[in-house]
Structure formats: structure tokens, C-alpha cells
């Protein structure tokens, strides 16, 4: 007679739970987008992914860390560390136009421009924690990484940049120029026209800001 196992085989590991935290992760994204971050309860959220409100406690703690969680998954999915790498071999300003054209396109996105309203809106109503919260995961991230790109140009002697960290707030302000408050303020009337002009202001960005910092 064949012997019956004592315990379960492992199985290749707990997706189900991964899929319940993509779920609240999306979950919250929209209802944050949707309501800004007062308004958006850890019981919609559970009702939205269609868990309960403790697998929400149980993956996140609370609402500033799945907040924060939204944020940098949203961010890292957009903006990965790769994007910001440098070799030695290319040319300078092709690298500095693919990652201005990426920032430009992301920046004046409807959808993320929709979750810079929501964040403003918390702002207003006296929450400056989540502003702070998206500033952290958001801007500071992408400069840290802008920072040692530009470095890692200049010790290549690529660019001569004597203020690595204004040099990285300048990049990032000339390639958008104002085609995000556009966007922000509803604005940008033709699609068409407004793309064509995120892509230009990008480029010109890029010019200007070779013109400042090539070597001489």
C-alpha cells in the first residue's frame, strides 16, 4: 500500500499574494488620482482590489506607506535606474536627449499630471506630508541618479561642469520649459501640436545646455 505524505510539497512560492498587492498598489493609484490622498479611505482601496481592508494593513501598515509604495512603483516603472546610464562611448548629447525626451513625455502625461493635481489639492487642504512624500520618491530619486550621470560625464571628460547639482535642476528645467504647467492648467488645446512642442522645448533643452557645459 503506497504511504500518504505527511507534509505538502512547497510550491513555487505565494503568487496569489503578489497579485492582491499589484491589486491594492492599482487600486490606490486610481482612488489617489481620483479622490487626492484625504479622500481616498483604506476601505475603499480594500473595496477597489477586492481584498479586505486587513490584507491592505498586512501588506502596507498604513496609508503614508502605501502612498509611498504607489509613488515609487509608479516611478521605478517609468523611470528605471537604467535610464540613466552612462557610456563612455556614446555620444553625450544623444544620451542627455533620450533621457529629456523620456522626462518631457512622462512629465506631461494626462495620467501623471493627474496625480500631481491630487497631490496639490492635499497640499492646499494643509496635508504637506504627501507632497513631501512624492518629492522624496519622485524629484530627489531622479536627481540623485541625474547627478551621477552628469559626474560620470564630466570625469569622462564629456561635459565641464564645475555645480553637478545645479547643473541636474537645470537640465531638468530647460527640457520643460512650461509644457507641464500647460498641461497642468488644461492648456494644451491640440494634441497634435502640444506633443510636437514637449518634444521641440526638449531638444532645444538639451542644446542649450550643451552650449554651457561642452568643454571648451
Known sequence: MNSIP???????????????RAAILDAAKA???????AGTSM????????????TVYSHFGDKDNLFREVIRARIQDLLPEETYNFDADADIGTILSRIALIHAHLDCDPENVGTFRAILSDCRQGNPRYG??????????????MERLLQRAVDAGKL???DI???GIQFMSLIKGDMMMRRMFGCADCVQT???EVEENARAGVAMFLRAYAPR
Request: glycine letters at 8%; a positive charge.
Open 132 to 145: 513631501k512624500l512624492m518629492w522624496e520618491e519622485g524629484p530627489m530619486r531622479t536627481r540623485a541618479l
Open 194 to 196: 502640444y506633443a510636437k
Open 165 to 167: 547639482t545645479r547643473a
Open 43 to 54: 476601505d475603499a482601496i480594500a473595496a477597489e482590489a477586492g481584498v479586505s481592508k486587513l
Open 6 to 20: 505527511l507534509t505538502k510539497p512547497h510550491g513555487p512560492g505565494r503568487p496569489k499574494d503578489m497579485e492582491k
Open 160 to 162: 565641464d561642469i564645475d
Open 31 to 37: 482612488l489617489f488620482i481620483r479622490n487626492a490622498f
